[in-house]
């Protein structure tokens, strides 16, 4: 080795030494959400980054192909590489390493907005202050703390990734320089190995966005309540969505999802009645080779589809063995839920007009045991004239026994309808009173009995209180729409159009 390498390789290594006490914590904060509009600016970095690394891999297999034999190879492989090498790390200082600059000052605006976020949460927190009495005061310095608290563990995450980019990049800078300038001077087994580490960290570097995370706090404002000073204060919404992996690509339009584990979910796409199990690497692992329309899965791990073409609801073994059928007569199931007590949720309707009804119209959620028992059905309001459904899609049963269904009005007008368990309306959500249409395909809740909403206009989904108030909303997606949701422990699974379908760790 040179002394020029030697001194390089010296520098590269204390560079790495010093860079290690914050590996663990850039391992965890790669796993962080990912917004659309960022996935698309990585794409388009990583398309020549992904043809490098096939260029290395293949450059590799003729190292090792030759290696005992054809010394002459090996040296035209490093003549092209001293020929191609220095343009690279011109390409990679000039057309990547900027936008993982840009990267940088994203996190230094999720920073800003943390403390945006934390002063609005305080001065709220402040202005109800002024309207209890003095001896509360306390309980709002513990709020106020709390708050504290969750920004600051929020602004930690976005600080150390920040500084682990940084490193990153001043590593890179560093080491393109190198190879740009000293590319002649360096010994052939340097420059393969100096090479493969500027590869190992820029794809790491790259991995580092700024939107895969997301962090939220918001103070809600309770009821004036003199028996319960403390619930009169509100309380602290606090929700983290961290994407666990890249998304998973599908072949059409997601039209179900239903996790049964933290890594395998049932899928089926539009167009199609077979259902699949995949993994979050989009491999197929398993298919139910009975058609049908909408599934869940029991407790005990049975299969229960929908078939609305033949009007029934079967139940199966994990190995497909039929173990029960019900007819739904003249009308056709379409969606299915599971409930807390392993009951299901199954939404039936006629075949007329989507939305032109007429008196004989039927548009009925009904709530059934395994073998088809029905234990009710909700279709009219209390008055019994009046539908409560004019075209009903998902549904899903809240931890306090709500039960929360998606009720398309027309084509362009949608709505949440929640009902008390004994059927009596409890509350509708049309989009927080926002201007533009509002469009949700899929309802979830969360053991805190949030509901989560997905929105096609917005493209986010919005976060729900159990009454029905706007709290905030998660996962915003630039090109794609949310369609599908469904909750497995605390993870989140998203169906996206496009055939995406995204996991996240859900934590509140």
């Avoid at 590799?60 to 034999?69: G, V």
């Amino acid at each position: 080795m040179t002394s020029l390498g030697a001194n390089l390789h010296a520098r590269l290594f204390d560079f790495s030494i010093k860079g290690q006490r914050s590996s663990q914590l850039l391992t965890r904060c790669n796993r962080v959400k990912t917004c659309s509009s960022s996935l698309t600016l990585l794409e388009s970095v990583m398309s020549s980054v992904v043809q490098n690394i096939n260029l290395h891999d293949v450059e590799q297999d003729r190292l090792e192909e030759h290696s005992s034999h054809d010394w002459e190879s090996i040296t035209d492989i490093l003549r092209e590489k001293r020929y191609i090498l220095p343009q690279k790390c011109k390409d990679i200082r000039e057309n990547q390493l900027p936008d993982l600059r840009k990267e940088i000052d994203r996190f230094d605006q999720k920073i800003q907005d943390e403390d945006s976020r934390l002063e609005l949460t305080k001065s709220n927190l402040n202005g109800s202050r002024q309207r209890y009495i003095n001896g509360i005061n306390r309980l709002f310095d513990n709020k106020i703390n709390e708050c504290q608290q969750k920004s600051n563990a929020a602004k930690e995450v976005y600080v150390e990734k920040r500084e682990g980019l940084k490193k990153k990049v001043e590593y890179l800078d560093m080491m393109t320089k190198a190879l740009h300038n000293d590319i002649n001077k360096l010994p052939d087994h340097d420059i393969l190995d100096m090479e493969k580490d500027m590869r190992d960290e820029l794809k790491k570097a790259l991995s580092d966005s700024a939107d895969k995370y997301t962090s939220t706090t918001m103070f809600v404002p309770g009821q004036m309540d003199e028996q319960a000073l403390e619930n009169m204060i509100g309380e602290i919404h606090s929700m983290s969505v961290e994407e666990t992996g890249g998304s998973v690509a599908c072949s059409g339009s997601i039209a179900s999802v239903k996790p049964v584990s933290e890594t395998n979910a049932w899928i089926r796409v539009r167009g199609s009645r077979v259902f699949e199990l995949i993994d979050r690497k989009g491999e197929k692992v398993n298919e139910i080779r009975k058609p049908g329309t909408d599934l869940v899965i029991s407790r005990n791990g049975d299969i229960v589809l929908t078939d609305n073409r033949k009007n029934k609801v079967s139940v199966f073994t994990k190995d497909e063995n039929q173990k029960a059928t019900f007819q739904t007569k003249l009308l056709y199931p379409t969606n299915i839920s599971k409930t807390e007590n392993d009951d299901i949720l199954v939404t039936l309707m006629d075949g007329g007009d989507h939305y032109n009804l007429v008196p004989t119209s039927r548009r009925v959620v009904q709530r059934m045991t395994l073998t088809g028992k029905v234990l009710q059905t909700y279709e009219f309001r209390e008055d019994g004239k009046t539908r409560l459904f004019t075209c009903p899609g998902r549904t899903a049963e809240n931890k306090n026994m709500d039960v929360c269904i998606i009720n398309a009005l027309n084509s362009k007008s949608w709505e949440l309808v929640v009902l008390h368990e004994d059927g009596h309306l409890k509350f509708t959500y049309r989009g927080d009173g926002q201007p533009v249409k509002f469009i949700t395909f899929d309802v979830e809740c969360d053991d805190k009995c949030h509901i989560l909403l997905t929105e096609g206009h917005s493209k986010r989904i919005h976060i729900l209180s159990s009454e029905g108030k706007y709290l905030f909303w998660v996962c915003q997606y630039e090109d794609l729409i949310p369609i599908e949701i469904s909750m497995y422990g605390d993870y989140l699974w998203c169906g996206l159009s496009e055939g995406r379908v995204k996991v996240y760790r859900y934590t509140n």
